[in-house]
């Protein structure tokens, strides 16, 4: 069971940041707060109507994929799903190109076939989120059992919910994984909802690490609000995949600040969802721990914040602006796409 | 004429994976039953021996995960092959092949290139039963971003595996252990563009034209036996690649006989052989035609076990030759 880690009241204090490299945790506070304002943004331009389909926005999620990311190379394969644009940017991803995709532009991540809940940036490693739930699960054990058959050390890394967990494939995958000892770290990002249920009205259990314990795979519970733990317990997790110890897992308690889709919190028809438990989790932020204890110790102050944030603001506006200018897709781009171009051997 | 080996159709099999295998190292089979002929025949016989078991892998029984599993493998550069030895049980895989498999290239602007091949076998009959018999190329077919590949032949069944497989697209490959015994010779092997290939005219006729796919390929060929005796020659059309379906070869044939019967061993209903008809009805002018086009398929049904509902259940070469007698006798 989850205990104090799914207690919205705790774990609100600064991060313990003593003996870290300063400039790392500068860098991860950069990666979460560039999240967070293009995120912001796409809340903004849905919410105007600007953006025609839907965006499952991670906003107070953001410190799981920054942490897990920074033990990630361009060689590895992450699979994502329907809630997957901070999982892309963390690892390095354009936001031009995730705007651009967004708006189903001919510039975006996917040539703008995609849209929100198909992204693809193989040369950052990122192979692609789709919104089946627990879709891409197997499909990252596939790529892993392909780098063990290159006799490469990359790994794959497979982003799930606590609701793809009640998905059959998910279990078949985490068992396939095991028995062919395909090196897939399977991050469980447990925010305690499905698209409006709480996990405590779809499971028996409120901690998925039981899966886990199951298929023999060895795993780490954290808070996926504290940057730190996931990336402490994401780096032991990702050494021992790359290192041929096999597949890991690790669930990160988090929680969404927005509803299922778009920029509403969904209070109203989120079933357990509670306006008091939101306000605690907003104290619980990801960003202002760790901003927080980096101001308690001098590495950062309020202006070099207010400088980033206004340094990343024109750089989203200008971003967005360049997305909203660029060519839509072509005619011909309805058929051609439908079969590979480049062909047979 | 140089010497040629025998081969019956399932070893047919075995021998493109056997050159698939040794010829290109991105190559690797997963599924059930993999290290036992119970599952697969004669078809995958000591490839595990030979290419090592982590090459040829037998699974647990999870269709989705594996199937899921080729997809990825696929996107992450190899050329994996994933056998159901039952396409009723692929049926768990319909994620993996539908939403994923058919949509990655389309969905991501023809930047990724699941180039995976499922193999499905169709393994129907022997008082099996409705779970033990189902033959659903149509619904695979139906899927844009799918090829679907249903060799008839001896030289097919190796052929058209390695074309499949060296493919950039995921290809659903039916193949039928009702045709396992089905005998031939076979040439060194050919790697096909899998893209060029479609129907072929297997043989020449000019009275009525017989379409067919599969094992409903060696009904029709047998029944136009039958039909020549009685002075009907038939123009025998098999169609090898399904979807995307090039139907020139049909519009051509029927546009010359004016007379069709399609055999399809799946469904009536918005099957095979109902594109098939659909296909001669925009294109073929209609003063061209001599007679109302017949279908032999499975009766909306599914299958039975009793013998004599099964006897009853299956096309057989009297019920192709039946349709076709009066086809030819029409108009």
Redesign the interface.
Known sequence: MLGDLKDPGAYQAPLEISGRDPGLLVDLLRTMMLSRMVEEHLADQRREGTIGGPVHLGIGQEAIAAGVSQFLRSSD?V?GAHRSHYHALALGTDFKALFAEILGKET?L?????GSM?L?D?PRGF??S?P?VG????????????????ASD?I?VSYLGDGACEE??VH??L??AR??D?PTVFVVENNLFSSHMHISLRQPSDSTARFAVAHEIPFEVVDGNDVLAVADAAGRLIEQARSGGGPGFLEAVTYRWLGHVDWRADIDVGVARSESDLKQWRLRDPIARLRAALEAVGQWSPEEDKELERELSESIEEAWSQAMDDPW?SDE?LL?????????? | MPHMKEYDYGSAIRAGFDYLLSEYPEVFVMGQGLWSPWYVGNSMTDLDKIYGTDRVIDTPVSELACTGAGVGASLAGMRPVVVHPRIDFMLYALDAIVNQAAKWSHMFGGQAHPRVTVRGIINRGGEQGAQHSQALHSWFAHIPGLRVVMPATVADARDLLIASVLCDDPVVFIDDRWLYDLKGELPAPKELDLRAQGPVVVREGVDITLVASGYSTQLALEASEVLLEEGISCEVLDLRVIAPLDPAKVIRSVSKTGRLVAIDGGWRTCGLSSEILAQVVEHVPPNSMKANCVRVTLPDAPAPTSRVLEGLYYSSIEDVVAAARSCARNG
């Open positions: 394969r699979f975006g996917s040539k703008g076939m995609g198909h693809w193989e192979y692609g789709v089946i879709g891409t699960v197997p499909l990252a054990v596939g790529a892993a059992l392909a780098a063990k058959l290159q990359a794959s059959g494939v078949e995958s068992n396939l028995v062919l395909a897709p781009a051609k796409y439908v079969y590979s171009s480049e062909g047979g051997a």
